[in-house]
């Protein structure tokens, strides 16, 4: 089965600079990787999203990039503002629509 | 749109209880939901996948006799923890997928705990 590492386990940045959370997935045949943003007892919320046709993706301070080649993909937070401060997970999907969750980062935006 | 409720959203009760937990996807019709559980400070791990109308796929250590789960109509799906003891005290998450499409969409989650 897929197999997805995420690093850092835990990231404090200064409100205001760059957060980047790396994973890497072990099955080639993975197309669709979500990354989930969680605050403490909530539903994991989707934040953004990269299919495996796509190199980069952006939706304002937040993006994605996928290196199919090397199997990891990256989030990186710009600009990071105290309501970014939450646990992110990374994912990875296969065909059969399985979500393989990374083990989380736990992001703490210092004011 | 794209809207999964999950209840009941908190149950406490006494070890060898049974608990059913219910998933409803509200807007859509949803073929395969999946079962997740979350231990504190722990990442989501997928239990089994939920098909309409025929038996659950259940991942690897998960006992299928243990976590019944029943996938009766294309809108609903539950998961019943028999005879709970207090190691199954934990968060237990449902997703929903719109054929055809990704992403998944996550009902709030039960926590529950076994005393």
């Known amino acids: 089965g897929e197999n997805v590492e995420q690093h850092p386990s835990t990231l404090s940045v200064q409100e205001g600079d760059s957060a980047v959370i790396k994973c890497t997935y072990s099955?080639?045949?993975?197309?669709?990787f979500p990354w989930y943003k969680q605050e403490l007892g909530k539903r994991p919320q989707l934040i953004i999203d990269i299919r495996s046709n796509v190199g980069e993706k952006k939706d304002q301070r937040i993006a994605v990039t996928l290196n199919k080649t090397a199997k990891h993909f990256s989030l990186h937070i710009t600009e990071t503002q105290p309501e970014d401060s939450a646990v992110y997970f990374c994912?990875?999907?296969?065909?059969?629509?399985?979500?393989?969750f990374g083990a989380g980062t736990t992001v703490t935006v210092r004011a | 749109g794209a809207v999964v409720s999950q209840h009941p959203s908190w149950v406490i009760c006494k070890s060898g209880t049974s608990v059913k937990i219910e998933c409803r996807s509200l807007?859509?019709?949803?073929?395969?939901m999946f079962w997740y559980r979350q231990f504190p400070k722990q990442s989501l791990m997928l239990m089994a996948t939920s098909n309409e109308g025929s038996k659950a796929t259940y991942e690897q250590g998960v006992e299928k006799d243990k976590f019944l789960i029943n996938h009766a109509s294309l809108t609903l799906s539950t998961l019943t923890v028999t005879s709970a003891h207090p190691e199954d005290s934990s968060f237990y998450i449902c997703?929903?997928?719109?054929?055809?499409?990704?992403?998944?969409?996550f009902g709030d989650g039960t926590r529950l705990s076994i005393l």
């Open positions: 807007d859509f019709q949803a073929t395969t």
């Open positions: 997703s929903a997928r719109n054929p055809g499409n990704q992403p998944q969409h």
């Open positions: 994912a990875a999907v296969t065909n059969d629509y399985k979500l393989s």
């Open positions: 099955d080639s045949a993975s197309n669709y």
